[in-house]
């Protein structure tokens, strides 16, 4: 041994106990093993610690709880037992041991796996689905149970059903439970109850037993009867870790034939209390409605009164009506007198006087001739200041004087000699006409022209 390998060599205890819980797991496939259980330990969890052991060794094994509720049997210490699971380690303590999956009694190997083949198979035709359970009636007319005569089921069953409500009537479709020839009978026997409708509610049940015992209603014979029967069904075979095909298809599944027999079945005693509960609330109702009714008689009866006084009354009513109607009338009287008068008063002061409006024309049609006048003479005299304004600022009253306009022949009035140029022709407007002239000096103003 090499004590002097480098450290990066070196692994832990855990990596240790994944790579040999790998090379079981990959190198082992899921397997069939036989033995008898020891030490077995059911945890409050639900799961299932125990041994599996042969005369020569023993291995560990856990079978966790999801898988354990769906075995038909219970575990019990020594029982011979054939298992399917893996190989695997348990990395926490380094122990070999295995994981089960499924197991199934020592030799029953072939019932089971035709117990699980019926049951894919019929789960696959939907004949488990939720969805076509039925539900059970809640106070059956008559109840039919499918049994033996001689099983002890039929007692605990009519028993319960005695106890809980002896009125119901119950009938009887007898078949074998157990045997050659059992399956057809039990289907023989639920199709009877179908086709008879005498019930309304069928229990099929039987005692508890073996795998052996119970396998009538693990045929497929028993289980089409059942998915078929036109009545609502309830199975009650064995015990309550006893697991059958019938329990599958049937409407409800009962853990025992007495459990079946509660589930058909109202209790009397509750039926007993509801009727004594309704009574007293039916009696608290009544009395409530009597007391209300009572007083609302009592308040009707006080208001009820004599016809004769009541006529009295109406009659009283008819005087204060026609008193105000009276005092109504007289006030709509005097109001529309009253408007009236107003009326015929505004009337007589608009009434048409010709001599008085006559005159009134006459002396507004003075007073308007001399307002014309005056107007008239104000514009002839305004008129007058205009002209004379207008005459005096005529240019062509200073030509009369003498006076000449010079104006170029673009029409323009030259107001400086800068304005003209030399050898220009300009026009001379006179009080009397026009005539041209031609500019003959030289360029640039002239303060004054020698005369």
Known sequence: MNFNSPAQDVISVSSLNRMARDLLESGLPPMWIGGEISNLTL???????????????????????????LLPF???????????????????????????????????????????RLKQQLA???LFDKTRKRPLPTHPAAIGIVT???????????????????????????????????????????????????????????????????WSFNEEIVARAVAACPIP???????ETDFTICDFVADQRAPTPTAA???????????????????????????????????????????????????????????????????????????????????STRLARHQPRPAETAQALERQALRLARAASQQLTERVQKLQRLEATLTALNPEAVLSRGY????????????????????ERVVLRLAEGATEAVVDHPVGAQPELPF
């Open 43 to 69: 945890a409050a969890s639900g799961h299932a610690y125990f041994s599996l052991k042969d005369g020569g060794a023993q291995v560990r094994c856990v079978m966790f709880r999801h898988k354990v509720s």
């Open 74 to 116: 219970r575990l019990s210490e020594g029982l011979q037992v054939e298992l399917k699971g893996l190989v695997t380690l348990y990395e926490a303590r380094g122990d070999f041991q295995i994981n089960v999956d499924t197991a199934r009694a020592a030799g029953l190997g072939r019932l089971y796996e035709a117990f699980e």
């Open 124 to 126: 696959a035709e939907g």
């Open 148 to 214: 033996s005569p001689a099983a002890a089921a039929l007692r605990d069953v009519v028993t319960t059903l005695r106890r809980r409500m002896p009125g119901i009537p119950v009938i009887l479709y007898p078949a074998q439970v157990q045997g050659d020839g059992s399956a057809r009978q039990l289907a023989e026997a639920i199709a009877t109850a179908g086709r008879r409708r005498e019930v309304e509610v069928l229990i099929v049940c039987r005692g508890g037993g073996s795998i052996e015992d119970l």
């Open 233 to 239: 069904t309830v199975s009650g075979v064995g015990h």
């Open 261 to 343: 027999a509660e589930l058909v079945s109202p209790s009397r005693e509750q039926l007993r209390l509801q009727v004594d509960n309704a009574r007293r609330h039916l009696e608290r109702a009544l009395s409530r409605l009597l007391t209300d009714k009572s007083q609302r008689l009592d308040f009707l009866a006080r208001r009820l009164a004599h016809p004769g006084e009541k006529l009295r009354q109406q009659q009283q009513q008819v005087q204060q009506a026609r008193l105000r109607l009276s005092r109504r009338m007289n006030e709509l009287f005097g109001q529309r007198r009253w408007a009236l008068q107003l009326a």
């Open 404 to 423: 000449a306009i010079v104006q170029k022949r673009n029409g323009q009035a030259v107001k400086s000699p800068a304005d003209l140029t030399q050898r």
